[in-house]
């Protein structure tokens, strides 16, 4: 049997292969009670969006 390691590097082997790539993303927890007060916090700064503000980059 193959080991884990080997495994992983044949899948990397395959998909770059493939023209695939991995990509590792780390993300805010939305489970944790910090994370969804600091984006409460973030959200109520925001400006309500007005249709209207859009004519003034208009030439």
């Known amino acids: 049997m193959v080991e884990?390691?080997?495994?992983m590097k044949m899948m990397r082997a395959r998909r770059r292969r493939e023209g695939l790539r991995?990509?590792?993303?780390?993300?805010?927890d939305a489970r944790s009670e910090t994370?969804?007060?600091r984006l409460v916090a973030q959200v109520a700064r925001l400006r309500p969006f007005d249709p209207l503000d859009e004519f003034e980059n208009i030439e």
Do not use: H, I, K, S
């Open 22 to 28: 991995e990509l590792r993303l780390v993300v805010p």
């Open 4 to 7: 884990p390691a080997e495994r």
């Open 35 to 37: 994370v969804r007060n």
